[in-house]
């Protein structure tokens, strides 16, 4: 009786290990010529095209690439890079989950054998990515509150919005257009507040802000889904002549922008920094070096009505 018992359990575990391989995905890369490629959310579309392009890269280069979105979830990202450890990753190219919460995992990763190359956010040590390649943030904040100041005629309240407060990107942003716009006393900021990059968040918040704030000169964001949601909020207040700036240079703002909405948008160019980091993963592998420094910053460039034509997804066309 025991034996039958013990071959009928054996025989139900074989089917059930049959039924899952037989009900599970496909097989995810892994192995030595696979890239990991990690990043926020695919719903924000600066997000979806640095993962994008850094796939395109990886497989023009002969790789495999392992996708995955970690959510801005610090935790959710962890795991994440364990899986990619697990597999025996080449490299992982990773838009980070908060530049102080992402530093054990990134070291991790690196005690592990995976060198890490950061885009678009860096984290707050150095000496633990192999390289962070970031878009010139402060450079790319000035020439936005430039255009801010130019089209508001240097005077009138306005309101700004801020993105993750755990995102360095969003602290060296707000150093920048305040490094220009308050140089000029007619501007008077009426309120300062964090909508966390999102666009629902922002519509809400402006909402909220413009029933004390109907005679606002412009509104200056620190993303671009977030001055597309203030958009919204004034257009649907009766406000849409206000002065809207975002960041990034995404396709709605370009789209908003040439539609006369938005005023302008400051490129930061997503699809060349994931391409980047493929690249120097690639030379590191070959070589044990990228050749450049770890902390590389790129230059962001000003979007207006005049040249929005000049732009396509994250990029020069």
Known sequence: MRHLVSR???????????????????????GPKTIAIITPSHDNPFFKAEAAA????????????????????????????????????????LDNA????????????????????????????????????????????????????????EKGDYIELVGKESDTNAGIRSQGFHEVIDRYPGLR???????????????????????????IKGVIAGNDTMALGAMAALKAAGLASVIVVGFDGSPDAIASIKAGEMKATVL?????MARAAVDQAHQFMSTKSTGKPEKQAIECELV????????????RK
């Not at 005690?111 to 970031?134: K, M, S």
Request: charged residues 20%.
């Open 189 to 215: 900021m009426a309120a300062r507040q964090s909508a966390n990059w999102s666009q629902s968040e922002a519509f809400q918040k402006m909402e909220t802000l413009i029933q004390g704030n109907r005679s």
């Open 268 to 272: 930061q160019p997503a699809a060349a």
């Open 304 to 315: 207006t009505k005049t040249n929005a034509d000049q732009f396509g997804v994250f990029a």
């Open 54 to 93: 850094a796939t395109a890269r990886a497989r023009e280069l002969g790789y495999d690439a392992l996708v995955n979105s970690h959510d801005d979830d610090a935790l959710k990202q962890d795991q994440l890079i364990d899986v990619a450890i697990a597999r025996h990753v080449a490299a992982l190219v």
């Open 8 to 30: 009928l359990a054996a025989a139900i575990a074989a089917v059930a290990a049959a039924g899952a391989i037989a009900c599970s995905s496909q097989p995810q890369p892994s």
């Open 98 to 153: 908060g530049a102080d919460a992402s530093i054990a995992a990134v070291r991790k990763a690196k005690d592990a054998g995976v060198p890490v190359f950061l885009i678009d956010r860096e984290i707050n040590a150095t000496g633990v990515a192999t390289a962070q390649i970031v878009a010139n943030n402060y450079q790319g904040a000035t020439l936005g509150a430039e255009e801010f100041v130019r089209q508001t005629g």
